[in-house]
Nanobody, 116 residues
């Protein structure tokens, strides 16, 4: 069992930065693959970035070079550093934890709004 709590969302101007955090509790964090998803109004939820239990990151093309996913297993926390933000990054961002497709957990989501 894993409980996920996101934080760090907010309003930022285009070109600005935000750092999202996902704190996990209730289970063994280090064995889970982790990911950040986002869902904008009228659109499907999409995987933005993922990081394996071993720390290997992957990104959707639209955020490559701008976003960085990381994890600190000692703190049971995953991060998404978002730089050079664009209005199209506006969405609710969700933290996800997955272990071998048998256990799948979601955070409550945090709103990111990029607007001038």
């Amino acid at each position: 069992q894993v409980q996920l709590v996101e934080s760090g969302g907010g309003l930022v101007q285009p070109g600005g930065s935000l750092r999202l955090s996902c704190a996990a509790s209730g289970s063994i964090f280090s064995i889970y693959a982790m990911g950040w998803y986002r869902q904008a109004p009228g659109k499907q939820r999409e995987l933005v970035a993922a990081i394996s239990s071993g720390g290997t990151p992957t990104y959707v093309d639209s955020v490559k070079g701008r976003f960085t996913i990381s994890r600190d297993n000692a703190k049971n926390t995953m991060y998404l550093q978002m730089n050079s933000l664009k209005p199209e990054d506006t969405a609710v961002y969700y933290c996800n934890a997955n272990w071998r497709s048998k256990f799948d957990y979601w955070g409550q989501g945090t709103q990111v709004t990029v607007s001038s």
